[in-house]
Structures are given as structure tokens and as C-alpha cells.
């Protein structure tokens, strides 16, 4: 069994397309099929790309927070849940390491650019991992429709759907989400993954 969870479920998805991992069963959580955009993934990441080129690919796209000019709180863009957060800003007070900027125009460029390699990937069709995606549909961070759409294409997958009541970070959500997604996985995974002896 393999869990990813944003960036991470679009590395499960690229390695199952390309049969490079064949575990039993893959979970999905929030997974970074696609990057949100206000001028579209498709302009956007010729932006990415044109900046990358020019100077230092490293160099921070934007100056802070998750999402570039967002008002929005980084917690309000990962969890409702501020107990949950608040273990994330005691870990980063104790480890200043874990502390991380915004992403460089090369990850952006990076990004933008397998997301535009999965949508016509002809591996996706071919999967024959059972997989579970829980999906945020008021994600922020990243475009819950390209996950849908992605999720589509599956031979077999089960799509759990969350509202407004869920953030990015399903699992580290309120109580209410939080074990929603943790039942729907147990029943997955009881379902798909045979017991250890």
C-alpha cells in the first residue's frame, strides 16, 4: 500500500502510470493533480517557465504565504482545525529548518508542467491499482477539478468528495473530516489490502 498526499499523490499517480511501483492499493489525499491558477494552468506555467529562465530558478516566486497577494491565513489555506495547526507552529519554533518560503519559479514550472504531462497520460487508463482519492473541492492550494477529472479516467477508483468544511490538509481537519477520511480509508484498505499473517 502507498499513501500520497499533495505533491506526493501526483508522484504515486506518475509512478503508477509508469508501472514503476505496483503496490496492492494507492491513496490519494488532496493530491496535486493539478496547480491553482487565477490566469489558468496553461499561462501560468509559460510564466513559471519564462521566469525560471531568467536569473535564479530558485529564487522564491512570490515573497510569502501558500498562495501569491492571498489574504487568507496559511492556516485558513491548510486546516479549520487550530489546535491541529498550532502542533505545526510548535514543530517550527523548535526546528526553524522546517520552516519553508514560497516555492521558486522552477518548482512552478516543474509543477505546471506534469500536471500537463498526467492529463494525457495514457498510463492513467491503464492502472490497475485499486486507488482511493479524497478530494477538498474548496482546496486552495491545489485544483481539486483536475483531480476529479484525473480521478475519472481510473479503472478502478473510489472518489471521496469533501466541502467547505474541509481545507487542504484533510487529515489534519476537524474531528468531523478528520474521521470521515480516516473511516473511508479503513474500509479501503480492509477492502483492497490483504491482512498480514
Known amino acids: 500500500m502507498i499513501l500520497g498526499h499533495s505533491m506526493g499523490g501526483m508522484m504515486v499517480v506518475r509512478a503508477l502510470a509508469a508501472r514503476s511501483i505496483q503496490p496492492d492499493a494507492a491513496i490519494l489525499v488532496a493530491p496535486m493533480i493539478g ?3 487565477p490566469v489558468g494552468a496553461g499561462i501560468a506555467g509559460r510564466v ?6 531568467r536569473g535564479n530558478p530558485a529564487r522564491g516566486a512570490w515573497r510569502s504565504n501558500e498562495r501569491p497577494g492571498s489574504i487568507a491565513s496559511r ?5 479549520h482545525d487550530a489546535s491541529r495547526y498550532d502542533d505545526e507552529r510548535w514543530w517550527q519554533a523548535e526546528k526553524p529548518a522546517l520552516c519553508l518560503g514560497p516555492p521558486s519559479w522552477s518548482w512552478l514550472a516543474q509543477g505546471f508542467a506534469a500536471a500537463a504531462a498526467l492529463a ?10 485499486p ?3 479524497l478530494v477538498a473541492e474548496a482546496d486552495k492550494l491545489v485544483d481539486p477539478h483536475a483531480a476529479l477529472r484525473l480521478g475519472a479516467r481510473l479503472p478502478d477508483a473510489q472518489i471521496v468528495r ?10 489534519r481537519e476537524a474531528d468531523g473530516v478528520r474521521d470521515r477520511a480516516l ?15
Not at 513559471?48 to 529562465?53: G, H, L
Not at 492556516?75 to 486546516?79: G, I, P, W
Request: glycine residues 6%; aromatic residues 8%; proline residues 8%.
Open 131 to 133: 486507488v482511493l482519492m
Open 120 to 129: 494525457v497520460d495514457p498510463g492513467i487508463e491503464a492502472m490497475e491499482t
Open 35 to 37: 496547480l491553482k491558477s
Open 75 to 79: 492556516q485558513s489555506l491548510l486546516t
Open 162 to 171: 469533501f466541502g467547505r468544511e474541509s481545507a487542504h490538509e484533510i487529515l
Open 183 to 197: 473511516g473511508a480509508i479503513d474500509s479501503f484498505l480492509n477492502a483492497f489490502v490483504p491482512p498480514r499473517p
Open 48 to 53: 513559471a517557465r519564462w521566469m525560471a529562465s
